[in-house]
């Protein structure tokens, strides 16, 4: 059963600025039109318990599902350093609430590093909960699901051979109750399903695609008639960038629209969760930002008529164009990319890029993206931010991993949350795209400009 709704303070032009509240008490869960940090990996995770202050109150974060065994243990040894083990991570999510997702290129692309994160992940959560199956057998899970993905790359053979299996043993219900159980053990507020990835290739996985949020809606029900207490789950959408062309919004985009509709008058769900694989060669063409607005503000459209909110994951600095067209929520990386969390790996000639190691440093006030030596060369540092210093020291200049933990990404993150505030102040006073005029100023990367006002 539904258990959110957005109380709307005001709305100018498709903002819709107000709150995120419990349907039942009318208790205010998080604002609207959050910038939220996404934790990639147990670094960002760190850094964002570390540098909580940066957030504001009631700020949420975006975790990735497959890491979030290794955020679990990193949170617990910050816990125990500063002597707060058994409390630490409980309190911070009720500061903050976790939203739970599963990044849709591990199962599309079988990247090595990926697949092993969802078998790790897999495992900790068997070891933890009661998924229906014999404890001595759960590897045995994993591993058949590890060798499944990996003999189906680039194609829907996975699903297609785990859903043929649940016939026979459950290995679809224990994948998806597995993505439940994180989230209960994770105590995330709110969870994004695994589901396809929705490329050219086989568009109609769309149809797919909402049966396994119609089994993630009937599986929590399950859960709750037995009193355990589970996380606000969102229609889960991932789309590929082969399905956005130039200027037409599709019959194949308009019929994943109208499933969500279909699928959200259920009362099942609590919003909507897009995922965009690829948004920076969207974003590198006019035409096809065109498609993907209208496809976007359709959503959005069928959110606001729900009284419900629409999330965009990893979205970045674009977010801000996003919520001009009515979304409630975008996600950023700290390391400014808006790509797949796990890449295809490579072993370059000669010395890798510098940049690659340390990470770009979003200057905010200057619309440009600093390598560490560009940050060095800046005369007065980079624009002055609360909470973090402008210049990296030599120590944080000792080694990449010190610049990232201590320098870039800390910067990154207090940058977002600066624009963020300015693009809430700029809305308040009755500018009605001040996200979009800002994006209009980047010159590199270009893909960004392509979003602004010209």
């Known amino acids: 059963m539904r258990k959110l709704i957005t109380q709307v303070s005001s709305r100018i032009n498709q903002i819709t600025l107000g709150n995120l509240t419990d349907s039942k008490s009318n208790e205010i869960i998080t604002p609207l039109n959050f910038l939220i940090p996404y934790a990639a990996a147990s670094e960002d ?46 309190d911070f999510t009720i500061r903050h609430p976790i ?16 697949v092993d994160r969802f078998k790790d992940s897999f495992d900790w959560v068997a070891k933890r909960s009661d998924l229906g199956i014999d404890l001595g057998v759960y590897k045995a899970y994993s591993d058949a699901y590890k060798v499944i993905i990996e003999r189906n790359i680039e194609t829907y053979g996975f699903w297609k051979e785990i859903t043929d299996r649940d016939k026979e043993v459950q290995t679809a219900r224990v994948l998806l109750e597995s993505t439940l159980n994180m989230a209960i053990l994770t105590r995330s507020a709110f969870l994004s399903g695994l589901t396809p990835l929705i490329t050219k290739h086989s568009t109609t996985v769309s149809v797919l695609s909402q049966r396994i949020n119609m089994a993630y809606g009937a599986m929590i029900n ?7 207490k589970c996380p606000k789950y969102l229609y ?25 509709k279909a699928s959200l008058e259920m009362n099942q769900f609590d919003g909507i969760f897009v995922s965009i694989r690829g948004l920076k060669y969207i974003s590198s063409s006019e035409g096809r930002i065109q498609t993907l607005k209208k496809f976007c503000e359709k959503l959005c459209e069928i959110c606001q008529d729900e009284k419900l909110p629409i999330w965009f994951s990893r979205t970045g600095l674009i977010s801000m164009a996003l919520f001009e067209l009515g979304a409630s929520y975008g996600s950023f990386q700290l390391n400014n990319h808006i790509d797949d969390i796990y890449l295809q790996g490579f072993k370059p000639k000669g010395p890798i890029d510098p940049k690659i190691k340390y990470g770009t440093v979003l200057d905010p006030d200057t619309y440009r993206f600093l390598t560490p030596d560009e940050v060095l060369r800046s005369p007065h540092g980079l624009t002055k931010l609360e909470g973090v210093p402008n210049l990296p020291n030599e120590f944080d200049l000792a080694s990449d991993v010190k610049y990232r933990k201590n320098f870039s990404r800390p910067y990154n993150m207090a940058a977002m949350c600066y624009l963020n505030k300015k693009w809430l102040k700029n809305v308040k006073e009755g500018d009605t795209n001040p996200g979009s005029e800002y994006l209009s100023r980047f010159t590199e990367p270009n893909y960004y400009s392509t979003w602004g006002i010209h």
Not at 99 to 113: D, H, T
Not at 222 to 228: A, F, H, L, M, R
Not at 239 to 258: G, H, M, Q, R, Y
């Open 99 to 114: 939203l739970l997702s599963y990044p849709s290129e591990v199962i599309w692309l079988g990247i090595q590093k990926g």
């Open 45 to 90: 995770f760190e850094i964002i318990l570390k540098r909580e202050k940066l957030l504001s109150e009631k700020q949420p974060i975006e975790m990735n599902g497959f890491n979030s065994h290794l955020n679990m243990k990193k949170a617990i040894k910050i816990g125990g350093e500063i002597g707060q083990i058994d409390s630490f991570y409980t």
């Open 236 to 260: 889960t959408i991932n789309i590929d960038s082969s399905i956005i062309p130039k200027n037409n919004f599709t019959d194949e985009l308009k019929d994943i629209a109208n499933r969500a």
């Open 222 to 228: 399950d859960y709750e008639d037995v009193g355990e």
